[in-house]
């Protein structure tokens, strides 16, 4: 091994592998999280949008949770942050599991506020480890920063592989709350291996700046347009995957299909996260960034534009390339252009990217196949939209609509099978649920259309997927050109170099 690979530390190796469990535990309740929201629509009636803040909570308060850790992690110490993480994991299991006795009890909103909030410590947890293992491997691995956090954050589609796989072998056949339990599983090995062992403090800190240098850090321009760009990481990023699943799936017209095709792209990530060291070497980090963006944008709008199972592959492996290096390589960027910045800038970064796509990125992108919808379906039928619409406004920023209902969609798909099913196991257990019969009596009218309903509801969904990803692509757009202005500018002051606290700055 080159001197460039080795650890600071003798248990350097062990560390990176806890930090990669870590994040593929984050990576498979996000991947199985996007598999049953189907289900959560259908069982308590959730619209596109509401399904979007749902999942946005995780993301919002992995986020905040990422900003605030990254500001006591040296004083704290990385290892009790890191049980901290564990026991917030194991927590926000029983919180998201108590959804379904709370929606039989009290309601559409209660079961809402109990999913929401559950995701909410679920992202806890993985904030706190996030703070914790993106400056430690920076720390752990000085000479070759880049190419170990992309290592680092191949844990990330490990995880969506294993997540993935396991709702392709359990969707339809096993609970929702059996399926979601399985990320404690990657939980409990990284506790594990973890316990015992003494972990660094980061690299400023053992170079003895002061919190408040560290923090002086962030009145540099291009630190803050780094914050910015990656904010549009976040969103066309993991904003983007909340959704690619479920509307690949209605384009190749299998859900089983669309989580096949993501658990491939997640394989492509995987891979080529292991590479990024050999390319950075080449193209320096910020080639890599912008080959990234044009790759992410490409890919898009290629996905909005296919209309077979061959197209959505070409176009998906596309857009897998164009996202494989985004996250990890702008955390490297920051940790060897801002390392008198600590865990704060490097957690800055990754806190803004986990804020975007929580706020904007999956409510936005929810929000976006809620409008485009509603609208074709409103336009080719307005009967079978009233029948179909959500009982609510749906607003994003300052936009506003009127989506689709998600349960309703739901027992039209399977032509009130499951509607029927659960009346049996009412009647049996001489139960009464106010939402459910809300639904039957619904259907006893709609039901009477259904034939012809369903081929413009199905339509009107494709539309909205495709569409909100059409209008996705501009962001990847947008980066491309910013890291290309960037590029140009080290160019000109005679290219990228990293930043040493040893050596000084190096332009």
């Given at each position: 091994?080159?001197?460039?690979?080795?650890?600071?530390?003798?248990?350097?190796?062990?560390?990176?592998?806890?930090?990669?469990m870590a994040i593929l535990a984050a990576g498979v309740g996000f991947s199985?999280?996007?598999?049953?929201?189907?289900?959560?629509?259908?069982?308590?009636?959730?619209?596109?949008?509401?399904?979007?803040?749902?999942?946005?909570?995780?993301?919002?308060?992995?986020?905040?949770?990422?900003?605030?850790?990254?500001?006591?992690?040296?004083?704290?110490?990385?290892?009790?942050?890191?049980?901290?993480?564990?026991?917030?994991?194991?927590?926000?299991?029983?919180?998201?599991?108590?959804?379904?006795?709370?929606?039989?009890?009290?309601?559409?909103?209660?079961?809402?506020?109990?999913?929401?909030?559950?995701?909410?410590?679920?992202?806890?947890?993985?904030?706190?480890?996030?703070?914790?293992?993106?400056?430690?491997?920076?720390?752990?691995?000085?000479?070759?920063?880049?190419?170990?956090?992309?290592?680092?954050?191949?844990?990330?589609?490990?995880?969506?592989?294993?997540?993935?796989l396991a709702s392709f072998a359990m969707v339809g056949k096993v609970r929702?709350?059996?399926?979601?339990?399985?990320?404690?599983?990657?939980?409990?090995?990284?506790?594990?291996?973890?316990?015992?062992?003494?972990?660094?403090?980061?690299?400023?800190?053992?170079?003895?700046?002061?919190?408040?240098?560290?923090?002086?850090?962030?009145?540099?321009?291009?630190?803050?347009?780094?914050?910015?760009?990656?904010?549009?990481?976040?969103?066309?990023?993991?904003?983007?995957?909340?959704?690619?699943?479920?509307?690949?799936?209605?384009?190749?017209?299998?859900?089983?299909?669309?989580?096949?095709?993501?658990?491939?792209?997640?394989?492509?990530?995987?891979?080529?996260?292991?590479?990024?060291?050999?390319?950075?070497?080449?193209?320096?980090?910020?080639?890599?960034?912008?080959?990234?963006?044009?790759?992410?944008?490409?890919?898009?709008?290629?996905?909005?534009?296919?209309?077979?199972?061959?197209?959505?592959?070409?176009?998906?492996?596309?857009?897998?390339?164009?996202?494989?290096?985004?996250?990890?390589?702008?955390?490297?960027?920051?940790?060897?252009?801002?390392?008198?910045?600590?865990?704060?800038?490097?957690?800055?970064?990754?806190?803004v990217g986990m804020l975007s796509a929580g706020l904007l990125g999956g409510?936005?992108?929810?929000?976006?196949?809620?409008?485009?919808?509603?609208?074709?379906?409103?336009?080719?039928?307005?009967?079978?939209?009233?029948?179909?619409?959500?009982?609510?406004?749906?607003?994003?920023?300052?936009?506003?609509?009127?989506?689709?209902?998600?349960?309703?969609?739901?027992?039209?798909?399977?032509?009130?099978?499951?509607?029927?099913?659960?009346?049996?196991?009412?009647?049996?257990?001489?139960?009464?649920?106010?939402?459910?019969?809300?639904?039957?009596?619904?259907?006893?009218?709609?039901?009477?259309?259904?034939?012809?309903?369903?081929?413009?509801?199905?339509?009107?969904?494709?539309?909205?997927?495709?569409?909100?990803?059409?209008?996705?692509?501009?962001?990847?757009?947008?980066?491309?050109?910013?890291?290309?202005?960037?590029?140009?500018?080290?160019?000109?002051?005679?290219?990228?170099?990293?930043?040493?606290?040893?050596?000084?700055?190096?332009?």
């Amino acid at each position: 091994m080159s001197s460039s690979n080795e650890g600071i530390a003798p248990n350097a190796g062990r560390l990176l592998w806890a930090g990669f469990m870590a994040i593929l535990a984050a990576g498979v309740g996000f991947s199985i999280r996007g598999g049953i929201l189907g289900d959560w629509g259908i069982q308590f009636g959730f619209t596109q949008t509401e399904l979007g803040q749902i999942t946005g909570g995780g993301l919002v308060g992995f986020g905040i949770v990422i900003l605030i850790g990254a500001l006591l992690a040296d004083i704290i110490g990385y290892g009790k942050l890191m049980i901290l993480a564990f026991l917030c994991h194991f927590l926000s299991a029983a919180l998201t599991l108590a959804a379904t006795p709370l929606f039989a009890s009290s309601g559409k909103d209660a079961a809402f506020q109990c999913l929401y909030w559950g995701m909410f410590l679920f992202a806890i947890g993985n904030g706190l480890a996030e703070a914790v293992v993106n400056p430690l491997v920076a720390t752990l691995f000085p000479k070759n920063k880049t190419h170990f956090l992309n290592i680092l954050h191949a844990g990330w589609p490990a995880g969506l592989i294993v997540g993935g796989l396991a709702s392709f072998a359990m969707v339809g056949k096993v609970r929702w709350e059996i399926q979601m339990s399985l990320f404690l599983i990657p939980v409990v090995l990284y506790g594990l291996m973890c316990m015992g062992q003494r972990f660094p403090k980061s690299e400023a800190s053992v170079h003895g700046v002061s919190f408040g240098s560290m923090l002086s850090e962030f009145a540099a321009p291009f630190l803050l347009l780094l914050l910015f760009i990656h904010a549009m990481v976040g969103y066309v990023e993991l904003g983007t995957d909340s959704w690619i699943s479920s509307i690949t799936g209605g384009i190749m017209a299998s859900k089983e299909k669309g989580l096949l095709l993501f658990v491939y792209t997640s394989a492509l990530m995987f891979i080529l996260r292991f590479f990024a060291g050999p390319i950075v070497h080449r193209i320096s980090p910020i080639g890599l960034l912008f080959v990234s963006a044009c790759f992410g944008a490409i890919g898009l709008t290629l996905l909005s534009k296919a209309d077979t199972v061959m197209l959505c592959v070409v176009a998906a492996s596309v857009y897998g390339i164009g996202k494989t290096f985004l996250w990890p390589t702008m955390l490297g960027v920051v940790s060897e252009r801002f390392p008198r910045g600590g865990a704060i800038t490097i957690g800055a970064i990754g806190g803004v990217g986990m804020l975007s796509a929580g706020l904007l990125g999956g409510p936005g992108i929810g929000f976006k196949q809620d409008y485009f919808a509603s609208a074709d379906l409103k336009e080719k039928s307005a009967a079978t939209y009233e029948r179909y619409k959500a009982d609510g406004t749906n607003s994003f920023l300052t936009f506003k609509t009127v989506g689709l209902n998600s349960a309703k969609v739901g027992i039209l798909a399977d032509g009130g099978k499951e509607l029927g099913r659960t009346t049996e196991v009412l009647a049996k257990e001489k139960r009464t649920d106010a939402n459910h019969e809300k639904l039957v009596a619904w259907w006893a009218g709609a039901g009477a259309t259904a034939a012809t309903d369903k081929p413009v509801v199905d339509a009107a969904g494709l539309v909205g997927g495709k569409s909100a990803l059409r209008v996705t692509a501009f962001v990847p757009m947008v980066m491309a050109v910013l890291y290309l202005l960037i590029l140009i500018g080290f160019k000109a002051k005679g290219g990228y170099k990293a930043v040493s606290l040893d050596e000084g700055k190096k332009a």
